[in-house]
């Protein structure tokens, strides 16, 4: 049972990824694509704390998984606790022209949602 949800994370993450932002990227104005996307990645990354609280949950409670497996879980809550903290201090980096600290913070949030990824995939394999 403690399998599903790191699956169902690696799943939202590659649909998210490869499906929702590039497909609102291609058909929305740039205006209406930078409002749509400040409402979906807050909740992309709230949905992902919710789902690792919950496969910790899970995994103590059943006595499944190992330390590994809660580990990796512990570090997808944490990264995307953090990604969803920062989503402020990123708009406001765009909002106020500052590529230099914008760029910073939009590739801290890449790099913890692509470590994420493979954490969760890990996680089906060990």
Not at 17 to 44: C, H, N, Q, Y
Not at 76 to 82: D, N, Q, R
Request: glycine fraction near 8%; hydrophobic fraction near 55%; charge should be positive.
């Amino acid at each position: 049972m403690h399998f599903y949800i790191p699956g169902a994370i690696a799943g939202i993450i590659v649909f998210q990824v490869s499906i929702i932002a590039p497909t609102m990227f291609k058909k929305l104005k740039i205006e209406d694509f930078g409002t749509a996307i400040r409402s979906i990645w807050p909740k992309f990354f709230a949905l992902i704390c919710f789902l690792a609280l919950a496969s910790i949950a899970v995994m103590v409670s059943s006595g499944d998984g190992n330390n590994v497996h809660l580990g990796i879980s512990g570090f997808t809550l944490l990264a995307s606790g953090i990604c969803y903290g920062i989503i402020p201090a990123t708009n406001r980096a765009t909002d106020s022209g500052n590529s230099k600290k914008f760029d910073l913070l939009h590739k801290l949030s890449v790099w913890l949602t692509v470590a994420i990824l493979l954490a969760n995939i890990a996680f089906l394999l060990v």
